[in-house]
Nanobody
C-alpha cells in the first residue's frame, strides 16, 4: 500500500509562486509514475503534470506549460510541483497520484494511489 501526503498549499497573490510536495510512504515509489491533478469546486478533477519513474519523461497540461515544473527526489521519496506565475484560475485542491507504470498517464483513472489534497488559492 502506498500512502501519499501533499503539503505546500496556501494563499498567494496572482503572479506569485508556490511549491507543492508529495511525500510517499514507500521506497518502491521510485518505480512509480507520479502525477499531479487539481479539482476546483463544481469541476471535474483535471490533469496538471506527471513524471516518469526515472524522471526522464514529463507531461504537462497546456494550461500550465511554461509555468509549472514537476520533479522528483528518489532519495527523499518525494515529488514536487513548482508553480510560478500563478493565476486565479489555478485555484483548486491539488492532488498527488501514483501509478506503477512505464508510461506517463494523463488521466485520473490510470492512477491507483491518491493523496488527500492540498488547497491552493490564488487571489487577483
Amino acid at each position: 500500500q502506498v500512502q501519499l501526503v501533499e503539503s505546500g498549499g496556501g494563499l498567494v497573490q496572482a503572479g506569485g509562486s508556490l511549491r507543492l510536495s508529495c511525500a510517499a510512504s514507500a521506497r518502491t515509489i521510485r518505480t512509480y509514475t507520479m502525477g499531479w491533478f487539481r479539482q476546483a469546486p463544481g469541476e471535474e478533477r483535471e490533469f496538471v503534470a506527471a513524471i516518469s519513474w526515472s524522471g526522464s519523461i514529463t507531461e504537462y497540461a497546456d494550461s500550465v506549460k511554461g509555468r509549472f515544473t514537476i520533479s522528483r527526489d528518489g532519495d527523499k521519496n518525494t515529488v514536487y510541483l513548482q508553480m510560478d506565475s500563478l493565476k486565479p484560475e489555478d485555484t483548486a485542491a491539488y492532488y498527488c497520484a501514483a501509478e506503477r507504470a512505464f508510461v506517463v498517464p494523463t488521466t485520473a483513472l490510470a492512477y491507483d494511489y491518491w493523496g488527500q489534497g492540498t488547497q491552493v488559492t490564488v487571489s487577483s
